[in-house]
């Protein structure tokens, strides 16, 4: 697992991207499966969503319903599961989630007003701009400053393996690449810019080289279909 965190007077920020080890799930799902929506035992999910809120430290970790869109839910309390693709939070103890098997996972963390966010960043989710409205969500809730912000965008499909059909690569021109005659997208390199454009500073975009299709040791849709679901976690 990758771990990182900030310390800032009396404020840890902690986060988190986990790999599909250390948990019980078997199978397909083997073994630290973070999704009740992909028909793994649910007695199994739960308890691995809980060795990831011991593993954060954290009183409850709050978890999406995604839909590769681009709703945005700020959260208040804990014990929610909002149908959306991304969440902003200043609350401390509660952890954000976001999970993935080869979208992009997406981490927001604002020292100067104490506020963390996460976004869901597929193909579709990239089009609608979902990183860059999550964004300005906490510029409108908290006064988030994008030359402020830092951003951490975890394992995901790379342009090795992102396969895509002409009919559905309309707006992503400059972020694709032909390789005998197969169109190949590149998402990271897509949001990248959509960040640096809203005026984050390259320095502190972080993004992870690893692409899960590549790489055994995330869950990948692309790669297996029936397949579990790894997670990008931060919290206060």
């Known amino acids: ?26 199978g ?5 499966n973070l999704a009740l929506h992909v028909n793994d035992d649910s007695l199994h999910v739960n308890a691995n969503r809980e060795i990831l809120r011991k593993q954060m430290g954290v009183r409850a970790v709050v978890f999406m319903e995604q839909v590769h869109g681009d709703r945005i839910v700020r959260i208040e309390e804990e014990g929610q599961t909002p149908m ?9 103890e509660i952890a954000l989630a976001v999970m993935v098997a080869d979208c992009m996972p997406i981490l927001f963390y604002d020292k100067t007003y104490e506020a963390i966010g996460v976004a869901h960043a597929g193909r579709e989710g990239s089009r609608l701009g979902i990183g860059v409205k999550c964004l300005e969500a906490m510029e409108k809730a908290f006064g988030t400053r994008a030359s402020e912000v830092q951003i951490f965008i975890g394992p995901s499909i790379g342009a090795c393996c992102y396969e895509i059909g002409k009919e559905v690569s309309e707006g992503f021109d400059g972020f694709l690449h032909v390789k005998n005659e197969r169109l190949f997208l590149d998402l990271q390199a897509y949001n990248y810019k959509a960040f640096l454009d809203q005026g984050v500073l390259p320095e502190h975009l972080n993004v992870s080289p690893l692409c899960t299709c590549c790489h055994e040791s995330y869950f990948s849709y692309r790669r297996e279909k029936i397949t579990g679901r790894f997670a990008g976690v931060i919290c206060l």
């Open 84 to 92: 959306c693709d991304a969440m902003i939070t200043n609350q401390k």
């Open 1 to 26: 697992m990758e771990w990182g965190g900030s310390h800032y007077g009396d404020v840890l920020m902690r986060y988190l991207f986990t790999n599909r080890f250390g948990g019980v799930s078997e």
């Open 28 to 32: 397909a799902f083997s073994s630290l």
